[in-house]
């Protein structure tokens, strides 16, 4: 007979280690988990949320440090930045690429930023020069592929002052619209890279079929709450003489559905639009005959 202890080994072989990304990254990662369909507590246990799922263990981590987690097995998977698992070099497997924001779909970009004012033009002029940045390893195989000799020192934040006090004579730096580096008085010269949010797993835990099942259940229902990010249903009732036009005026993923109503000449009309669009597009159907028009939220598009 197996031991308490024994059984309580087995149980939790039985659950996946999913690392959650602490700090800017957290609160919509906590959103996108609740969409689609797991509730994250973290609660007075910081480092180790409650999710409502036994089959799922949480930890959360720096985005900083999740793929080198993940690659050594601490974590079964987790989700981090491309950024960062090249940054680490890490051996893991990129199972999701997960755009956060459909609203602004461009990644955020890692560029190389000098002195608005200043000498420096292009990337080669800054060869014997000093580069600050946060994300020195990408940083230096960057310029080395290229054939630049710089210095690239680490960055403990407050980068884009290092070259407004001369602590550097240039920066790489994460940025979404380039905006705040424009408001130290720098110039982007170079982008370095591109970079997003991965659903990433430990090659070995790909092995397991229980883990896998896991994992892959994760990064469907993930990518379909992305892919739900500003959509909306529309559902309205249409009389048999006006289903054509009403049909011409809705977009849609595919055609809409439509189906006859009991023992009438009206029609139930239903598909799925950008919320940008749909204020605009009600009463233009009211106007062309369509009646009872719903508008709903999607949790999830797959």
């Known amino acids: 007979m197996k031991s ?23 609160q919509y990662t906590l959103s996108l988990f609740a969409r689609s369909g ?37 974590l079964d998977c987790g989700l981090s930045g491309k950024d960062w698992r090249l940054e680490n070099q890490s051996d893991v497997a990129v199972v999701a690429d997960l755009i956060y924001s459909k609203a602004t779909p461009t990644c955020a970009r890692w560029v ?20 600050s940045t946060e994300l020195p390893g990408v940083t230096r195989r960057w310029f080395k592929e ?23 004579d240039a920066i790489v730096e994460v940025t979404e619209t380039g905006s705040t580096i424009r408001a130290h008085g720098l110039k982007i010269i170079a982008e370095i890279m591109t970079t997003h949010t991965e659903l990433i797993a430990n090659k070995k835990a790909l092995k397991d079929p229980f883990k896998k099942a896991k994992i892959d259940q994760i990064a469907l229902l993930l990518k379909g709450a992305l892919d739900a990010e500003g959509l909306v249903g529309l559902k309205m009732n ?22 006859h109503l009991y023992n009438t000449n009206w029609l139930s009309v239903e598909t799925v639009v950008s919320s940008k669009t749909v204020r605009d597009l009600i009463p233009v159907l009211k106007a062309n005959g369509a009646e009872g028009i719903i508008e709903y939220p999607l949790n999830k598009v797959i």
């Open 112 to 131: 190389l930023a000098v002195d608005g004012k200043g000498p420096y033009g292009k990337p080669e002029d800054l060869a014997g020069k000093k580069i």
């Open 238 to 259: 249409v009389r048999e003489k006006d289903v054509e036009k009403i049909v011409e005026l809705l977009p849609s993923l595919n055609a809409p559905t439509v189906a």
């Open 146 to 168: 290229r054939g630049i000799d710089v210095s690239v020192e680490f960055s403990w934040g407050a980068t884009e002052a290092k070259v407004v006090s001369g602590l550097a």
């Open 4 to 26: 308490s202890k024994t059984k309580d080994k087995n149980a939790q072989n039985k659950a996946l280690r999913l690392g959650l990304p602490k700090g800017s990254l957290e």
């Open 38 to 74: 797991w509730r994250v507590n973290i609660g007075s246990r910081n480092y180790f949320p409650d999710i409502d799922d036994p089959q799922i263990e949480c930890t959360l981590s720096r985005a900083q440090e999740m793929s080198r987690y993940v690659a050594d097995g601490v």
